[in-house]
C-alpha cells in the first residue's frame, strides 16, 4: 500500500493550497484517511480526518478554513486550505487506517510567509 501526498508549496497568509493524497490497493473505501502535520521538534498533530462512511473532523485550530474530502472512485482524499496563516507551515501526512494496517506517506512541505 502506497499513499503518495501532492499539491504543498508556498503561499502568502490568507492564501489557498488544495493538497491531494493518491492511494494504491483495493483497501482504499473501507480505510479512515486523515492529515496529519508536523512541525520540526513538534509532536505530529491530526489536522482532519474522514471515515469511510465521509464523517469528518478537524482540529479546533483549521475549523471553518480546512476541508477534507476523499474520492473512493479515484483513491484520493484531499485537503482544501484557505486563509492559511504563518502558523499552518508544517510538513503534511496523509494517514490510512484499514484494520489492522496504518499507512503513512512521505509528507509534503507547507510553507505560509506572513
Known amino acids: 500500500v502506497q499513499l503518495v501526498e501532492s499539491g504543498g508549496g508556498l503561499v502568502q497568509a490568507g492564501g489557498s493550497l488544495r493538497l491531494s493524497c493518491a492511494a494504491s490497493g483495493s483497501f482504499f473505501s473501507s480505510a479512515a484517511m486523515a492529515w496529519y502535520r508536523q512541525d520540526p521538534g513538534k509532536q505530529r498533530e491530526l489536522v482532519a480526518s474522514?471515515?469511510?462512511?465521509?464523517?469528518?473532523n478537524y482540529a479546533d485550530s483549521v475549523k471553518g478554513r480546512f476541508t477534507i474530502s476523499r474520492d473512493n472512485a479515484k483513491k484520493t482524499v484531499n485537503l482544501e486550505m484557505n486563509s492559511l496563516k504563518p502558523e499552518d507551515t508544517a510538513v503534511y501526512y496523509c494517514k490510512a487506517d484499514f484494520f489492522p494496517y496504518t499507512s503513512w506517506g512521505q509528507g509534503t512541505q507547507v510553507t505560509v510567509s506572513s
Open positions: 474522514i471515515s469511510s462512511g465521509f464523517s469528518t
